[in-house]
DNA sequence: CAACTCCGGTTCGTCAAGTGAACTCAGCAT
DNA sequence: ATGCTGAGTTCACTTGACGAACCGGAGTTG
């Protein structure tokens, strides 16, 4: 019974996932980090229905994960496409982490269909978990959570 | 219009998204973390519905991500608690993705209520984007992400 | 023994959200 | 004028979440 019990309510995980946990939101993002930007390739895309992208979009906006960028192609009227802000690329290692999860277990063969690697040097990308000192940590379990300070027993 | 646009149905962001992605699913998954093994706990401190946390741990264990042991305590009934397996220990990075996030752009201080140390050291953990060269990369930017060999223009 | 409490659910009525198809509207092309 | 396209909006329907009430077995209390 008597397990690590303090308050919860400002958890950033909770936060987090109010902000992108909705359907569709991470595919959203998902689509943004490999170059989409429009309406209409989101949708084809992704075969949300369009109600739902649309109020996607407008939350993603709203709290400033993507921006609304005006433009016009070659002959076309005035557009808007929606471009990655700083607070969206930095969803990028959520995304990672979900994709090498369902890379391992989810894949026949233990191996998703798409490959990161870096633009530097090209060998393949992955999310670790590091400490300050250096190290580089197995797994949840060399993990502590420290709770806050006045923790109250919930 | 000419974006990467290969073909998307198999990536395991959405995979990974329909085992977890439901509401609820990954907070469970937190209190898991946390040491919460035990139905009323669960519900008490994360404040779902009976009916919704009965189909999100009932699920979880259909994905093998927990598992149901069957216990007693001192002069109880038997009862049966929900533990993390391997494949749900695995999910950790995903939950420290999103926590980092919140922690940086949804708290006042830029930094959260739970601190995550290093069992062994005690210094901060935190996740890092890595490439099998041993560069730590700054962000979304320096990944170049590699479609399938055989990819259809969608 | 009967009544009560606790844990781990299930059932139910209501309400919000997701879904797919159809419709709208502005501007460009013919 | 007519049609086309991108970006939505509207609508009817289905699915899912919510909260409160109810259930059933094991222990505990009287």
Chains 1, 2 share one sequence.
Not at 8 to 34: D, I, Q
Not at 64 to 73: E, N, S, T, W
Request: charge should be positive; glycine fraction near 12%; include cysteine.
């Amino acid at each position: 019974m008597s397990e690590t019990l303090w308050d919860r309510s400002g958890c950033s995980v909770a936060g987090t996932l109010t902000v992108v946990g909705e359907k569709w939101s991470l595919l959203v993002l998902r689509e943004a980090f490999f170059g989409v930007r429009r309406f209409a390739d989101f949708q084809r895309i992704l075969g949300a229905p369009r109600a739902v992208l649309t109020d996607r979009l407008g939350t993603l906006v709203a709290e400033g994960i993507l921006r609304r960028v005006p433009y016009q192609a070659e002959g076309e009227r005035q557009r808007h496409e929606y471009r990655l802000t700083q607070k969206g690329v930095d969803l990028y290692p959520t995304l990672v982490a979900l994709m090498q999860w369902g890379d391992r277990y989810l894949a026949d063969d233990g191996s998703g269909p798409v490959r990161l690697e870096h633009a530097g040097c090209g060998a393949p990308v992955r999310l670790a978990l590091v400490c300050e000192s250096g190290h580089e940590l197995a797994g949840a379990r060399e993990v502590r959570p420290v709770p806050p300070a006045g923790s109250r027993p919930a």
